[in-house]
């Protein structure tokens, strides 16, 4: 394609700028009933890896959770019940900071298992296999009891778990991706 020259039309490129555009035909929009309600916000505290945890979990932060993603996180393998543990996302009942930081967080889609079924992008209007589910995200902090706790060794335990629950659940299948905590400036 010279430049200048506009993409062929119906082709990916095309059906892209169109979005890009803001043309509401090729903007995605969720079936019917596929959306759980949020459940509104869970609000606990965990420790930030970046800080000394200090006494009495003196440097924990706020953060927040759905209710949707709180009711489930039993189900996708994870224990939200305090701190230690392999599967344990370190979350704390009380925080004593509420500033410019964003927690580590970890996103756990909890599907069907099988293939997938073949749809239809909305945007690039090209062919691609979905599968069924939800995707959960959670924060997760140090521990209190281990002062050289690293976000990546937590991240590595808490994959790890979610392993094994998919494992150990032929109808499911469960996956997990990892943002890292930030801070930002004020």
Not at 120 to 129: C, D, G, V
Request: proline residues 6%.
């Amino acid at each position: 394609m010279l430049a200048g020259t506009p993409p062929p039309t119906g082709s990916p490129l095309a059906n892209f700028l169109l979005f890009q555009a803001g043309n509401s035909e090729y903007t995605p929009k969720p079936a019917a009933g596929a959306l759980e309600p949020r459940g509104g916000s869970i609000i606990r505290g965990v420790s930030p890896f970046g800080k000394p945890i200090g006494s009495a979990n003196a440097n924990s932060e706020k953060v927040s959770i759905t209710g949707r993603a709180f009711n489930q996180v039993t189900a996708v393998g994870l224990d939200a019940t305090g701190t230690g543990g392999a599967n344990n996302l370190n979350l704390l009942e009380t925080f004593n900071n509420s500033g410019n930081f964003e927690a580590a967080k970890i996103t756990v889609f909890l599907g069907a298992s099988g293939a997938g079924e073949l749809t239809r992008s909305t945007i690039l209007r090209t062919q691609y296999k979905k599968k069924a589910g939800n995707s959960y995200t959670y924060p997760f902090g140090a521990t209190g009891t281990a002062p050289n706790d690293h976000e990546q060794t937590k991240a590595v335990s808490l994959a790890a778990a979610i392993a094994a629950k998919d494992a150990g659940d032929a109808a499911n299948t469960y996956s997990c991706t990892f943002k890292p905590e930030r801070f930002r400036r004020r």
